[in-house]
């Protein structure tokens, strides 16, 4: 089981360097680069790291800050979430595409269309019933600013659980995590974007917590209550967003790999895991069946191969109108899998198995390369302009406004590095580690097979990105390094 385990761990680690090689490429070759869209102000951030590096080279400073870089990070924390607070109250803009049928069915009193579309996107209707019960609870009044302030808790939930993560992993480690958190809520805006991409990321980080908790657990109670929290939770995500389950099947085949050996105690955590997942499932699956808040038309539900054929349409393998027009035309389940089926056929019978591949290699860029994570990509983005009670903020992030090229660029660069070091950390082999980067290819290999085209859709996969980045070592670094050395002897 050794051998096959460490042949495994092998081929994790070649295939996940070559699809995130395709991505680096394709990050570096970006249109956010283009320094001749930008303005004098993007000097602004190279002259701050320079300031912060001559700091650090001044002996009592650089030992002030590695004693209390802890502290210093979580101050740092804190400070991010009153500035993202303070963002919202400036912005909370008006947001299209699905977002709007979701308002429209919580402020509506007539819901109609609503229920067409939901009827169409059943996977929605969970999360639309929670956010129904929200604003029960604060009203309807401020609408946008209210979902975006739920929006943040959940995004900073999910911080605060990646930096747990790694603490309980490898504590040595935790400072770099806050930090690096502290970094990436800088550079991303979609705290004004309340959909199921962001509302996911705190339970997706849960499972990896849970999954952490599990490695480092030496009593068999903790074990099976991490297992037994986890079964609920899967299924939960499962619901609210299907793809944000493949963490936890990366999980399920590295501790598979890793059992030397099948006894009792493997037996009870895999039954306890299953009946709370399946009981949960049972209880989901009812509540949504039975809810009366909107009617909903079983049948007209969109089969999943419909976004296998989305998913190979087009240039990007993006959102295709008219594929989702005739999905609405066509009035039963079996009618609309077998057009998906016949357009699938079609598709790649224009393409041939040559241009398929070639069409894959160009999507995963498409899908993964984008380090604003689709900022403004689709259509009916943001419904306002950086004109109106203008601020920073909209100058920043708004479509018209001033700054928006800024952003893009930093935010590019800050994937690019953030790539690049993933890239070189393939010396670290841990479990969590092997776990996430499989994790990562599952999550590459789904966008690339489904509906993808833009960097959006990868959000729900950060916390495995994030935690992988704060557990590298960089001992993968420091060999090509001495390699490089050696060759110039």
């Known amino acids: 089981m050794s051998f096959v385990r460490e042949k495994f761990d092998s081929f994790v680690v070649i295939i996940f360097s070559i699809m995130l090689g395709m991505t680096l490429i394709g990050a570096i070759r970006s249109e956010n680069l283009l320094i001749s869209n930008t303005t004098a102000r993007i000097f602004s951030v190279p002259i701050l790291i320079l300031v912060i590096f001559f700091l650090f080279r ?3 400073l650089n030992k002030f800050f590695k004693k209390n870089a802890v502290l210093l990070g979580i101050i740092g924390l804190l400070l991010t979430f009153i500035i993202q ?3 919202v109250y400036q912005t909370h803009p008006a947001i299209g ?3 709007w049928a979701f308002k429209h069915a919580i402020v509506s009193k007539s819901l109609d269309a609503e229920s067409a579309y939901f009827s169409h996107n059943q996977n929605n209707i969970l999360m639309l019933l929670i956010q129904r019960s929200y604003f029960s609870i604060v009203g309807i009044k401020n609408y946008w600013l209210k979902l975006d302030l739920l929006n943040i808790v959940l995004i900073d939930f ?3 659980i990646n930096i747990l993560t790694v603490s309980v992993y490898n504590k040595i480690y935790k400072a770099r995590a806050i930090w690096l958190h502290v970094i990436l809520l800088f550079f991303f805006p979609m705290i004004l974007v309340p959909y199921s991409d962001t509302f996911i990321l705190p339970f997706v980080s849960l499972e990896l917590l849970l999954f952490a908790g599990i490695i480092h657990s030496k009593r068999l109670i903790f074990t099976i209550v991490y297992a037994m929290i986890l079964g609920p939770l899967t299924s939960f995500v499962y619901f609210i967003k299907p793809s944000a389950i493949i963490p936890v099947i990366a999980i399920v085949i590295m501790v598979i790999l890793r059992l030397n050996r099948v006894g009792k105690k493997e037996i009870l955590i895999t039954a306890l895991f299953l009946l709370m997942f399946i009981s949960a499932s049972i209880v989901i699956s009812n509540f949504i069946a039975t809810q009366k808040y ?12 419909h976004f296998i054929d989305i998913g190979m349409s087009g240039q990007t393998g993006g959102y295709d109108m008219d594929s989702v ?3 609405n035309k066509l009035k039963s389940p079996q009618q609309r899998e077998k057009y998906s089926v016949h357009h699938i056929k079609q598709t790649l019978g224009k393409r041939g198995s040559l241009g398929y591949f070639k069409f894959l290699i160009s999507k995963q860029g498409y899908n993964t390369s984008d380090g604003t994570f689709g900022w403004l990509r689709e259509g009916n983005f943001i419904v306002a302009s950086s004109k109106v ?3 920073v903020f909209k100058q920043y992030l708004y479509a018209d406004g001033k700054y928006l090229p800024d952003f893009n660029f930093w935010a590019q660069v800050l994937w690019i590095v953030a790539l690049g070091i993933l890239l070189l950390g393939f010396e670290n082999r841990g479990l969590l580690e092997q776990t996430l980067r499989l994790g990562i290819i599952g999550g590459f290999i789904f966008l690339l097979l489904f509906e993808g085209g833009r960097s959006r859709y990868l959000i729900q996969f950060l916390p495995l990105f994030l935690v992988l980045l704060a557990l590298i070592n960089f001992s993968g670094i420091i060999k090509l390094k001495k390699l490089y050395l050696t060759l110039k002897k």
Request: glycine content about 4%; overall charge negative; charged content about 10%.
């Open 325 to 327: 027009n005739m999905m």
């Open 58 to 60: 001044v002996g009592t």
């Open 85 to 87: 607070i303070y963002a």
């Open 158 to 160: 999910s911080v605060i």
């Open 389 to 391: 009670h203008t601020n």
């Open 294 to 305: 909107i009617e909903i038309n079983k049948h007209n539900n969109t089969p999943p191969i």
């Open 97 to 99: 595409f699905d977002l």
